[in-house]
Each structure stands twice: as structure tokens, then as C-alpha cells.
T-cell receptor, first 115, second 114 residues
Framework: EPEVTQTPSHQVTQMGQEVILRCVPISNHLYFYWYRQILGQKVEFLVSFYNNEISEKSEIFDDQFSVERPDGSNFTLKIRSTKLEDSAMYFC?????????????FGPGTRLTVT | AQSVAQPEDQVNVAEGNPLTVKCTYSVSGNPYLFWYVQYPNRGLQFLLKYITGDNLVKGSYGFEAEFNKSQTSFHLKKPSALVSDSALYFCAVRDVAGRRALTFGSGTRLQVQP
């Protein structure tokens, strides 16, 4: 069964450094998402991406965040200058098409630790 | 704004007994509703969804959920719990006419005792 994959599984970085989290969505999916979960808190939406542009973004997704689909398979989340409060589990997800009832399939997550 | 409430942080049930994990939601229009399960060190796995039609939806691993519009609820159920069902369960909602992003509840930890 196709799966969303994410690398790395755990990233440790120093405050102020840039990090890139990588995701490979399911191959025939068209919508891509990033969510995050701060330890002990809810899963929160960050951004969705369709047709090579941002479709929606939350208030969390400020100028320090960016997303990119650099090739036909990868989908990346970049945090330009990490802060301590960016420490969280970051989940990538994808869904098949524009139908709003289509479920999103999630990757295993990248645990980002900012020191 | 849309929201989801999962009133129980943890549900304990004996193996073989029925289980219910509660979820209530709030959206301005009609909802799409989802249940996901998270096992340790794994991502969120899709269990089932309600889009339209029959209020009782069936999903993976014998789980089902009942949509109740008047009570704005979407409780997850299983007739006979297994120890392997022990995990963290998340309810999620999106407004049919709203943005595509899912809004998640805080999660309920299900513990099934042998």
C-alpha cells in the first residue's frame, strides 16, 4: 500500500539555523499539506499546496516558513531561522484530488528539536 | 471557526467489550468528519470518514462511527475491543464549504486491558 514518507525522522538544530524537512507524498496525489504537533498539544494545520502554489495557510505559517515541490516527487518545508518554539513533530500529508471529502494520508512525521 | 472536542483524555476498556470514543464538532456549515489513529512512533492512520449519506459509517479494523447532526457528534465505536486497538485516536473536521485544512481534536488515548 502506498505511503507518505518523511525524512529525517528526527532533526536537531540550533536556534537561528535553517532546516528543511522533506516529504514524498503518495505518487498520484495532487494536494499536499504540512501539519505540526507541539508536544502535548493538538495537531495544527500549517499549509496546503496544490498545482505548484500555496492553496491555504494558517496564521502559524509566517514569513519564516516556505514550501516547495522541487521535483515531481518531493515536497519540502523550510524554516529559515528556527526558534525554540518551533520544536514539534511535523507531519506531511497528501490527498488524491480536489474533492473535499477525500481523506488525507499522513507520513510518520519528523521530530524537530531546536536547542 | 471550526472546532472539535474530544472530552476524554483516556478511555479504558476490557478486551472483548464494546468501546466508544467521543467526538463533538462545530462548523458553520455541513461537516466532513474523519477519525485517525496514531500508534507509537507512527503517523496518523486514516480510519473512516463521514461525507454524506448513511449516518453510520464503517471503517478499518472493525471500527464504525455514527454521525448525529442534531447532537453535532461523531462518536467512534467498536463492538469488541482488542488489545491491539490501544492507541491515540483523533477526530477531525472540515467545513464542506470552507477551507480544506483539517481541524483536529486533542486526541483520546484508548487503553484496552487483556
Amino acid at each position: 500500500e502506498p505511503e507518505v514518507t518523511q525524512t529525517p525522522s528526527h532533526q536537531v538544530t540550533q536556534m537561528g539555523q535553517e532546516v528543511i524537512l522533506r516529504c514524498v507524498p503518495i505518487s498520484n496525489h495532487l494536494y499536499f499539506y504540512w501539519y505540526r504537533q507541539i508536544l502535548g498539544q493538538k495537531v495544527e494545520f500549517l499549509v496546503s499546496f496544490y498545482n505548484n502554489e500555496i492553496s491555504e495557510k494558517s496564521e502559524i505559517f509566517d514569513d519564516q516558513f516556505s514550501v516547495e515541490r522541487p521535483d515531481g516527487s518531493n515536497f519540502t518545508l523550510k524554516i529559515r531561522s528556527t526558534k525554540l518554539e518551533d520544536s514539534a513533530m511535523y507531519f506531511c500529508a497528501s490527498s488524491r484530488d480536489r474533492g473535499g471529502g477525500n481523506e488525507q494520508y499522513f507520513g510518520p512525521g519528523t521530530r524537530l528539536t531546536v536547542t | 471557526a471550526q472546532s472539535v472536542a474530544q472530552p476524554e483524555d483516556q478511555v479504558n476498556v476490557a478486551e472483548g467489550n464494546p468501546l466508544t470514543v467521543k467526538c463533538t464538532y462545530s462548523v458553520s456549515g455541513n461537516p466532513y468528519l474523519f477519525w485517525y489513529v496514531q500508534y507509537p512512533n507512527r503517523g496518523l492512520q486514516f480510519l473512516l470518514k463521514y461525507i454524506t449519506g448513511d449516518n453510520l459509517v464503517k471503517g478499518s479494523y472493525g471500527f464504525e462511527a455514527e454521525f448525529n447532526k442534531s447532537q453535532t457528534s461523531f462518536h467512534l465505536k467498536k463492538p469488541s475491543a482488542l488489545v491491539s486497538d490501544s492507541a491515540l485516536y483523533f477526530c477531525a473536521v472540515r467545513d464542506v464549504a470552507g477551507r480544506r485544512a483539517l481541524t483536529f481534536g486533542s486526541g483520546t488515548r484508548l487503553q484496552v486491558q487483556p
